[in-house]
């Protein structure tokens, strides 16, 4: 009986999984999804085909476990945001303009992981993005309808497809901060930002 490859480690079926998950977002990220091959995702993570299919039944079970793996990862940091938020109006936007422009903010090199908007504008992935967001509005219904945090939260979606996937030069991090501070100022209550009677 020969010994088990060293790239595959049988007690370890999580890390993986995990390997599996950040190649695929690494190679959607770096190539787009029309290009994503399971071979391709396979090789990046240094196991068979045959591996993957045992952690994942086909090609789509995979895109979806990364898909929600990475905005997995960012609903957690936007509901971190909202426990130290505790201003009722606007909070869920307040916290995922925070949250977009902190990812932005914090990439290191060109194609860190994750996915532009860029990339989410592929249908498939732009219907778990959307998903994504009418799930987390569902808790705060007010904000789903209200014009000021809709704009607020297209900001940061825009500045995120112009941005992401690029390291921010020190001009580039000025602008996205300054950006940061008009979208959240239009996450203030109205009776905030109007002036005081005379």
Known sequence: ?????????????????????LCTARLIAQHGLAALTVQDVADA??????ALFHHFANKQALIDAALAALTDDFEVHVRFLLEQD????????????RACFDHLLQQEQANDIGLSLAHLLEPALL????GWMR?????????????????ARCVADGYWATAYGQPL?????RNALAMAQEALKLCRSPSETLPAAA
């Open 127 to 130: 219907a778990h993005w959307r």
């Open 86 to 97: 505790d201003i009722a109006y606007g909070r869920f936007s307040r916290a995922y303009v």
């Open 45 to 50: 993570a240094g196991v068979s085909k045959g």
């Open 135 to 151: 799930r987390l509005l569902a808790e705060f219904p007010a904000e789903a309808c209200d014009a000021r945090l809709y704009a």
């Open 1 to 21: 009986m020969s010994a088990p490859s060293p790239r595959i480690r049988r007690n370890a079926p999580d890390s993986v999984r995990q390997a599996l998950l």
């Open 169 to 173: 030069g020190e001009e580039d991090r």
